[in-house]
């Protein structure tokens, strides 16, 4: 948790360790409690940015605070995303 914020930091790294990346999220309740780790996505065509992440059994999740520069491009370009969901087995 960041001082005197709802905001957290958190990091990404790729399988092999070699790349990371941090961003910033806050606390998210879903409608439903997920049967498997679910991360959802809004996609632009190709294009793909993370939203959430909920754990599998906990409705308490994270959301991603700000879209990136490239999202908020192509939303000014006045694409709509289209919003799926990943789920991720234990």
Do not use: C, W
């Not at 092999?16 to 409690?33: A, K, P, W």
């Amino acid at each position: 948790m960041l001082q005197d914020s709802d905001q957290s930091i958190m990091t990404a790294t790729s399988a092999d360790g070699n790349e990371g990346i941090e961003f910033l999220v806050r606390e998210s309740i879903d409608s439903h409690t997920p049967r498997h780790t679910e991360l959802i996505f809004n996609r632009y065509g190709n294009k793909e940015f993370l939203t959430h992440i909920y754990e599998i059994g906990d409705k308490t999740g994270v959301a991603v605070a700000e879209n990136s520069r490239e999202e908020m491009r192509l939303r000014k370009q006045g694409k709509a995303p289209f919003e799926h969901t990943e789920e991720q087995a234990h």
